[in-house]
C-alpha cells in the first residue's frame, strides 16, 4: 500500500472530499469514493469506452486517468446530463430511437457523444462514425445508436 | 485489473521533473504522460513502477511551433491537437491525415506524440511518421541534452535509445517542401486497432519523375523504419502504376516481418506490399 492523499473531486458540480491511492483509477474514485454508479467499468484497459467521462470538457476514458489527476478539474458524468426532471436531448434520442438494449454501455456513449458534440458541433457524418467506433456494444448492433445520436446533434445544433 | 501501488510525483517544471527522474529511474520509475499506454499495460500487471513522474503539471512541455524549418512538439502535446491543421503545407494535412488513424477520439484527448515515441510500439504512427520523415528527439536529463536522429532512436519491440534518466522533452519533425506528395495506409482488422501494417510515404515529381522518395513502413517488423529499396524503386521514375508496384514489391521482399499467433510473416509480407501500394495511391 502507498499513502492516501486526500483530493477533491468536483463531479458534476458537486465536491467529493475523498482519500486515494495513487494508483486508484478516476473510473473507481468516482463509483466506489464518490458513490456515482452511472458511470461503468467494462474492460478496465481502455478499449470498450463504457467508463468515458468529461473531464474538462474533454471526453475521456476514466479508467486511464489516475483520481489525483483529475483533482481541481470539472468532471461531468451520466448523472450530470439531466436538468432535474427534464432528460438531455441524447438521453431522449436514445430512448426515442431505441440506442439501447441492456444499457451497459449507454453511460459512455451518451458522455462520449455530447463530450463531441460540445467540442464539434458541426461535426461531418463521416467524423461522427468515426468517433461511435470508440465504444462498444454488445447489444444494438450500433444502428441505433448512430440514429440517436445523428438525431440528437441535429437538435443541439438547433438549440445553439 | 488494477494497477500495482506507486509513488506519483508532480513537479511543476523541468528542471524539477528532470531531479526526481534521476533519482527513482534506478528504482524503476517511468514517466508518465497521456497513460493510454502505460495505464493499460499497469493494469495487465505487465508493468509495475514504482514511481510515475507524472509530466501533466510541467510548464514549457506544450509547445507546438515551428523553429528553424522543423515543426516543434512538445511533451505535453496530445494527438488531438493536430485534428487541425497545425502547420501550412503538405506536412500539416500529412499530420491531420494520419491522426485519425490512431486510436479513437477520446484516446486522442490524452495521448501524446511524444509518448507514443517513447513507448515504440512498432505498430505506432507516429513512430513511423518520425522514422520516415527523418525526425528528431530531444531527450533532456540532468546530465544533459542530446538530439537523437530517429533512425537511431527505436531499438525494437517498446525499445528505444533514451536511457532510464532521460526525458523524452521534444520531437521536431523537418517541414515538407511545398510542392512534396505524400500517401498513408494502414490495415487493421477493427477500426481504432493496432495497424499490423502501416506505409507513409512522401515524395517530389521534378520533369515528370520522381525525386527525394521516402518510404515508410511501421507495425510489420520489430521498429518501424525507411526500405531504401523501395525509395530506389521509385526515385527517377515516372509516378504510377509501373513504379508503384514496383516499389511495393521491393518492400515486400526486403521486410523481415514479425510473426504472432494469428499472422504469419508470409501473411504480413503480403500485407506490406499492399499497404506501399496502396499509400503510394493515396499519394497520387
Same mark, same amino acid.
Given at each position: 500500500? +502507498?499513502?492516501?492523499?486526500?483530493?477533491?473531486?468536483?463531479?458534476?458540480?458537486?465536491?467529493?472530499?475523498?482519500?486515494?491511492?495513487?494508483?486508484?483509477?478516476?473510473?473507481?474514485?468516482?463509483?466506489?469514493?464518490?458513490?456515482?454508479?452511472? +458511470?461503468?467499468?467494462?474492460?478496465?484497459?481502455? #478499449? *470498450?469506452?463504457?467508463?468515458?467521462?468529461?473531464?474538462?470538457?474533454? %471526453?475521456?476514458?476514466?479508467?486511464?486517468?489516475?483520481?489525483?489527476?483529475?483533482?481541481?478539474?470539472?468532471?461531468? +458524468?451520466?448523472?450530470?446530463?439531466?436538468?432535474?426532471?427534464?432528460?438531455? %436531448?441524447?438521453?431522449?434520442?436514445?430512448?426515442?430511437?431505441?440506442?439501447?438494449? *441492456?444499457?451497459?454501455?449507454? %453511460?459512455?456513449?451518451?458522455?462520449?457523444? #455530447?463530450?463531441?458534440?460540445?467540442?464539434?458541433?458541426?461535426?461531418?457524418?463521416?467524423?461522427?462514425?468515426?468517433?461511435?467506433?470508440?465504444?462498444?456494444?454488445?447489444?444494438?448492433?450500433?444502428?441505433?445508436?448512430?440514429?440517436? #445520436?445523428?438525431?440528437?446533434?441535429?437538435?443541439?445544433?438547433?438549440?445553439? | 485489473?488494477?494497477?500495482?501501488?506507486?509513488?506519483?510525483?508532480?513537479?511543476?517544471?523541468?528542471?524539477?521533473?528532470?531531479?526526481?527522474?534521476? &533519482?527513482?529511474?534506478?528504482?524503476?520509475?517511468?514517466?508518465?504522460?497521456?497513460?493510454?499506454? =502505460?495505464?493499460?499495460?499497469?493494469?495487465?500487471?505487465?508493468?509495475?513502477?514504482?514511481?510515475?513522474?507524472? $509530466?501533466?503539471?510541467?510548464?514549457?512541455?506544450?509547445? =507546438?511551433?515551428?523553429?528553424?524549418?522543423?515543426?516543434?512538439?512538445?511533451?505535453?502535446?496530445?494527438?488531438?491537437?493536430?485534428?487541425?491543421?497545425?502547420?501550412?503545407?503538405?506536412?500539416?494535412?500529412?499530420?491531420?491525415?494520419?491522426?485519425?488513424? $490512431?486510436?479513437?477520439?477520446?484516446?486522442?484527448?490524452?495521448?501524446?506524440?511524444?509518448?507514443? =515515441?517513447?513507448?515504440?510500439?512498432?505498430?505506432?504512427?507516429?513512430?513511423?511518421?518520425?522514422?520516415?520523415?527523418?525526425? &528528431?528527439? $530531444?531527450?533532456?536529463?540532468?546530465?544533459?541534452?542530446?538530439?537523437?536522429?530517429?533512425?537511431?532512436?527505436?531499438?525494437?519491440?517498446?525499445?528505444?535509445?533514451?536511457?532510464?534518466?532521460?526525458?523524452?522533452? &521534444?520531437?521536431?519533425?523537418?517541414?515538407?517542401?511545398?510542392?512534396?506528395?505524400?500517401?498513408?495506409?494502414?490495415?487493421?482488422?477493427?477500426?481504432?486497432?493496432?495497424?499490423?501494417?502501416?506505409? =507513409?510515404?512522401?515524395?517530389?515529381?521534378?520533369?515528370?519523375?520522381?525525386?527525394?522518395?521516402?518510404?515508410?513502413?511501421?507495425?510489420? &517488423?520489430?521498429?518501424? @523504419?525507411?526500405?531504401?529499396?523501395?525509395?530506389?524503386?521509385?526515385?527517377?521514375?515516372?509516378?504510377?502504376?509501373?513504379?508503384?508496384?514496383?516499389?511495393?514489391?521491393?518492400?515486400?521482399?526486403?521486410?523481415?516481418?514479425?510473426?504472432?499467433?494469428?499472422?504469419?510473416?508470409?501473411?504480413?509480407?503480403?500485407?506490406? @506490399?499492399?499497404?506501399?501500394?496502396?499509400?503510394?495511391?493515396?499519394?497520387?
Amino acid at each position: 500500500m +502507498t499513502e492516501k492523499s486526500n483530493i477533491t473531486l468536483n463531479i458534476n458540480g458537486r465536491n467529493h472530499a475523498i482519500g486515494v491511492e495513487p494508483r486508484r483509477t478516476l473510473a473507481d474514485a468516482i463509483r466506489e469514493d464518490c458513490g456515482q454508479t452511472g +458511470t461503468h467499468i467494462g474492460c478496465e484497459h481502455g #478499449v *470498450c469506452g463504457a467508463c468515458t467521462v468529461i473531464v474538462d470538457g474533454e %471526453p475521456v476514458r476514466s479508467c486511464l486517468m489516475f483520481a489525483v489527476q483529475a483533482a481541481g478539474k470539472k468532471i461531468r +458524468t451520466v448523472e450530470g446530463l439531466a436538468k432535474g426532471d427534464e432528460l438531455h %436531448p441524447m438521453q431522449r434520442a436514445f430512448m426515442e430511437h431505441h440506442g439501447l438494449q *441492456c444499457g451497459f454501455c449507454t %453511460p459512455g456513449f451518451l458522455m462520449l457523444a #455530447v463530450g463531441v458534440l460540445e467540442r464539434e458541433p458541426d461535426i461531418s457524418n463521416e467524423d461522427l462514425l468515426d468517433v461511435l467506433a470508440s465504444n462498444l456494444c454488445r447489444c444494438t448492433g450500433y444502428q441505433n445508436i448512430i440514429k440517436a #445520436v445523428r438525431a440528437a446533434a441535429a437538435e443541439m445544433r438547433g438549440a445553439r | 485489473m488494477k494497477p500495482a501501488p506507486f509513488i506519483h510525483h508532480v513537479p511543476k517544471t523541468i528542471e524539477e521533473a528532470l531531479a526526481i527522474l534521476a &533519482e527513482v529511474a534506478p528504482q524503476d520509475g517511468r514517466v508518465l504522460a497521456g497513460g493510454q499506454s =502505460l495505464v493499460p499495460i499497469m493494469a495487465f500487471r505487465m508493468a509495475r513502477p514504482a514511481h510515475l513522474v507524472d $509530466i501533466n503539471e510541467v510548464k514549457g512541455l506544450d509547445k =507546438l511551433a515551428v523553429e528553424g524549418g522543423k515543426l516543434v512538439i512538445g511533451a505535453r502535446v496530445r494527438h488531438a491537437a493536430f485534428h487541425k491543421n497545425v502547420v501550412d503545407g503538405p506536412l500539416g494535412k500529412l499530420l491531420t491525415y494520419v491522426v485519425r488513424h $490512431i486510436a479513437h477520439y477520446p484516446i486522442r484527448m490524452r495521448g501524446t506524440f511524444c509518448g507514443s =515515441l517513447a513507448h515504440a510500439d512498432p505498430a505506432s504512427e507516429w513512430c513511423l511518421v518520425a522514422a520516415t520523415l527523418g525526425g &528528431e528527439i $530531444i531527450a533532456k536529463s540532468k546530465r544533459g541534452e542530446r538530439v537523437i536522429a530517429a533512425a537511431n532512436f527505436f531499438e525494437g519491440i517498446m525499445s528505444t535509445s533514451l536511457a532510464e534518466d532521460e526525458l523524452l522533452a &521534444e520531437a521536431r519533425l523537418p517541414l515538407l517542401p511545398a510542392d512534396a506528395k505524400f500517401g498513408f495506409y494502414e490495415f487493421n482488422r477493427r477500426a481504432g486497432d493496432f495497424a499490423m501494417a502501416a506505409a =507513409l510515404v512522401t515524395y517530389r515529381v521534378a520533369g515528370g519523375k520522381i525525386a527525394d522518395a521516402r518510404v515508410g513502413v511501421g507495425g510489420a &517488423e520489430d521498429r518501424p @523504419r525507411r526500405i531504401p529499396e523501395a525509395e530506389a524503386a521509385l526515385n527517377g521514375k515516372a509516378a504510377g502504376d509501373e513504379a508503384f508496384r514496383a516499389a511495393a514489391e521491393a518492400a515486400a521482399k526486403a521486410v523481415d516481418p514479425l510473426e504472432d499467433v494469428q499472422t504469419s510473416g508470409e501473411y504480413r509480407r503480403d500485407l506490406v @506490399r499492399a499497404v506501399v501500394r496502396r499509400a503510394l495511391e493515396h499519394s497520387a
